[in-house]
T-cell receptor, first 111, second 116 residues
Framework: RKEVEQDPGPFNVPEGATVAFNCTYSNSASQSFFWYRQDCRKEPKLLMSVYSSGNEDGRFTAQLNRASQYISLLIRDSKLSDSATYLCVVISVESNYQLIWGAGTKLIIKP | GAGVSQSPSNKVTEKGKDVELRCDPISGHTALYWYRQSLGQGLEFLIYFQGNSAPDKSGLPSDRFSAERTGGSVSTLTIQRTQQEDSAVYLC??????????????FGNGTRLTVT
């Protein structure tokens, strides 16, 4: 089993819809979590950190479920510009603080 | 302030030649990472520098790859005797503290390496 797993997609979603996807992790000692977005042929860019209590940034909501070992990203009122690949990152003490990257979920917003 | 700067942005080289890729991290960032990414693939960890500690080289794919970080700032990734499978985008990232501090990474634009 991979340490961090994401559904590769693509998720095809109409503009204005709400979409959510998860990222599961295997190491229960994981302590820091992030969502990045990566546009085609561009570098990853930090979207948001994920806090234990959940956090929101505009149309984006991130949540952490430690019991089931996954983080989620919800995008409301999706825009065409949200089309990208969304990468999750997990940091764990037991992996010697290495960042473990998911392979990404591809999201396509259609007009 | 300035972000992570990488140079060159594109590099085409002949098989067997050596190449040097440069990364200038965000000022004050103690941690520096090198990754590479092939088209349509995920990030592949190469090497991690944290302050004055010995670098984590566990991701370097072969002894043709080496990296150094001088003065805790600029880093150079060197690939000797390049092979076609080395073709990829090489991404550098820096963070304020090491991964243990929970700091997010900030990436440069990458160097697109093509080995012909």
């Amino acid at each position: 089993r991979k340490e961090v797993e994401q559904d590769p997609g693509p998720f095809n979603v109409p503009e204005g819809a709400t979409v959510a996807f998860n990222c599961t992790y295997s190491n229960s000692a994981s302590q820091s979590f992030f969502w990045y977005r990566q546009d085609c042929r561009k570098e990853p860019k930090l979207l948001m950190s994920v806090y234990s209590s959940g956090n929101e940034d505009g149309r984006f909501t991130a949540q952490l479920n430690r019991a089931s070992q996954y983080i989620s990203l919800l995008i409301r009122d999706s825009k065409l510009s949200d089309s990208a690949t969304y990468l999750c990152v997990v940091i764990s003490v037991e992996s010697n603080y290495q960042l473990i990257w998911g392979a990404g979920t591809k999201l396509i917003i259609k007009p | 302030g300035a972000g992570v700067s990488q140079s060159p942005s594109n590099k085409v080289t002949e098989k067997g030649k050596d190449v040097e890729l440069r990364c200038d991290p965000i000022s004050g960032h103690t941690a520096l990472y090198w990754y590479r990414q092939s088209l349509g693939q995920g990030l592949e960890f190469l090497i991690y520098f944290q302050g004055n500690s010995a670098p984590d080289k566990s991701g370097l794919p072969s002894d043709r790859f080496s990296a150094e970080r001088t003065g805790g700032s600029v880093s150079t990734l060197t690939i000797q005797r390049t092979q076609q499978e080395d073709s990829a985008v090489y991404l550098c990232a820096s963070s304020l503290a090491g991964a243990g501090g929970g700091s997010p990474l900030h990436f440069g634009n990458g160097t697109r390496l093509t080995v012909t």
